[in-house]
């Protein structure tokens, strides 16, 4: 007999649409097995609710049919309810960036509702947080739901279950070094690449390039602050055993020249940015005559619990400088693999492998679910 899952889906922009797209190839490619019925599709203003609990169409057109839908999303409280009310298991799919959302994990979970999502909000803002979804969850035995986030640090990539392997296997995580920020990474790889000869590109035309293709947040200071990144080193500390109370809790380097912080608007920012383009040229070019290039990283050191987040010099042989185009790339050191790092390289963002990140936990979920 197929398992019944129903699925309650809020958020449907670039990852949303593209994880919808993918769910409805999973149902009906595994259909003997596995009846998956979507019966909530929710943005912030609009919602499709199945009241019968009859599978939602998910088509090419969810977000256009949610705008003519005229329906308010229930409230957590109350789509914990509709979910309990179906009788079936239920997975909530997170795709947004809400931490008002993810402060209400714990009840989700604790009303036996599965969870997967590629929402960093939940995994890396205040420890007591993080502890209450885990003490909420089913992962360790509990009674609760399950909840996974594996697209919370490198979209698809397989880095969160990795660690997870690793310590769950009894093995010692020492150190975990890498590039974790398609934005980040682009905008080094371009400024400056292994190898380059004549005069560098400056910093800002480098960034412009990213913004209009699309490979940076509007306004370029969400990804210049390396909050993004230390959201993500805090969710891989954590995982090593570390506690750490938020990700501002620990050094991180921000490329936002201090006089442009407080500009109101992406464009002042932007039009100000090459004023200042002489101070990381002068960072580059003293790399290059070291026969290194800077990258933008973050670094866990498990033993010292250091965690830091910032630019750093690497010789043109090693990995991460030899990155290309948006990839990321995270090395583990560990006691089995001593010097000799396991490494994670790939896409680390866009909507297709972020969704099927998501994708990929709820599978894990529907394997789990009895």
Do not use: C
């Given at each position: 007999?197929?398992?019944?899952?129903?699925?309650?889906?809020?958020?449907?922009?670039?990852?949303?649409?593209?994880?919808?797209?993918?769910?409805?190839?999973?149902?009906?490619?595994?259909?003997?097995?596995?009846?998956?019925?979507?019966?909530?599709?929710?943005?912030?203003?609009?919602?499709?609710?199945?009241?019968?609990?009859?599978?939602?169409?998910?088509?090419?057109?969810?977000?256009?049919?949610?705008?003519?839908?005229?329906?308010?999303?229930?409230?957590?409280?109350?789509?914990?309810?509709?979910?309990?009310?179906?009788?079936?298991?239920?997975?909530?799919?997170?795709?947004?960036?809400?931490?008002?959302?993810?402060?209400?994990?714990?009840?989700?979970?604790?009303?036996?509702?599965?969870?997967?999502?590629?929402?960093?909000?939940?995994?890396?803002?205040?420890?007591?947080?993080?502890?209450?979804?885990?003490?909420?969850?089913?992962?360790?035995?509990?009674?609760?739901?399950?909840?996974?986030?594996?697209?919370?640090?490198?979209?698809?990539?397989?880095?969160?279950?990795?660690?997870?392997?690793?310590?769950?296997?009894?093995?010692?995580?020492?150190?975990?070094?890498?590039?974790?920020?398609?934005?980040?990474?682009?905008?080094?790889?371009?400024?400056?690449?292994?190898?380059?000869s004549g005069a560098p590109k400056a910093f800002s035309?480098?960034?412009?390039?990213?913004?209009?293709?699309?490979?940076?947040?509007?306004?370029?200071?969400?990804?210049?602050?390396?909050?993004?990144?230390?959201?993500?080193?805090?969710?891989?500390?954590?995982?090593?055993?570390?506690?750490?109370?938020?990700?501002?809790?620990?050094?991180?380097?921000?490329?936002?020249?201090?006089?442009?912080?407080?500009?109101?608007?992406?464009?002042?920012?932007?039009?100000?940015?090459?004023?200042?383009?002489?101070?990381?040229?002068?960072?580059?070019?003293?790399?290059?005559?070291?026969?290194?290039?800077?990258?933008?990283?973050?670094?866990?050191?498990?033993?010292?619990?250091?965690?830091?987040?910032?630019?750093?010099?690497?010789?043109?042989?090693?990995?991460?400088?030899?990155?290309?185009?948006?990839?990321?790339?995270?090395?583990?050191?560990?006691?089995?693999?001593?010097?000799?790092?396991?490494?994670?390289?790939?896409?680390?963002?866009?909507?297709?492998?972020?969704?099927?990140?998501?994708?990929?936990?709820?599978?894990?979920?529907?394997?789990?679910?009895?």
């Amino acid at each position: 007999m197929a398992k019944d899952i129903k699925v309650a889906i809020i958020g449907v922009g670039g990852v949303g649409k593209a994880f919808v797209s993918q769910l409805s190839n999973y149902t009906k490619k595994n259909a003997s097995t596995v009846s998956v019925s979507v019966v909530y599709i929710a943005r912030s203003r609009a919602a499709l609710i199945s009241k019968d609990y009859s599978p939602l169409p998910l088509t090419a057109f969810v977000s256009e049919e949610l705008d003519a839908a005229g329906t308010e999303p229930l409230s957590v409280p109350d789509l914990i309810q509709f979910l309990k009310a179906s009788g079936s298991e239920a997975i909530l799919i997170d795709n947004t960036s809400s931490i008002e959302l993810a402060n209400t994990y714990p009840d989700i979970l604790s009303a036996g509702i599965h969870i997967a999502t590629p929402n960093k909000k939940g995994f890396s803002s205040e420890e007591k947080l993080w502890n209450d979804i885990f003490a909420a969850a089913g992962n360790n035995g509990g009674s609760g739901g399950y909840v996974f986030h594996e697209a919370t640090v490198g979209a698809g990539l397989p880095v969160l279950s990795t660690i997870r392997d690793l310590v769950d296997t009894g093995d010692e995580v020492t150190k975990v070094e890498g590039v974790f920020s398609g934005t980040m990474s682009f905008l080094f790889n371009e400024f400056a690449p292994v190898g380059a000869s004549g005069a560098p590109k400056a910093f800002s035309d480098v960034v412009k390039v990213a913004k209009d293709a699309g490979y940076t947040e509007p306004d370029p200071r969400d990804d210049l602050n390396g909050l993004d990144v230390a959201r993500k080193l805090t969710i891989l500390a954590r995982l090593s055993g570390l506690s750490i109370a938020s990700p501002t809790s620990f050094p991180v380097q921000s490329l936002i020249p201090k006089p442009l912080e407080s500009v109101s608007t992406s464009q002042e920012f932007m039009d100000g940015l090459p004023n200042y383009d002489s101070e990381i040229g002068l960072l580059a070019d003293d790399a290059k005559k070291e026969g290194k290039v800077i990258r933008f990283v973050g670094s866990i050191d498990v033993p010292a619990k250091a965690v830091k987040v910032g630019l750093e010099k690497f010789d043109f042989s090693h990995p991460i400088a030899g990155l290309k185009g948006s990839d990321n790339i995270i090395a583990f050191y560990t006691k089995r693999y001593g010097d000799r790092a396991l490494i994670v390289q790939g896409a680390g963002a866009g909507a297709e492998v972020t969704a099927m990140g998501v994708l990929s936990d709820v599978i894990k979920i529907i394997a789990r679910i009895k």
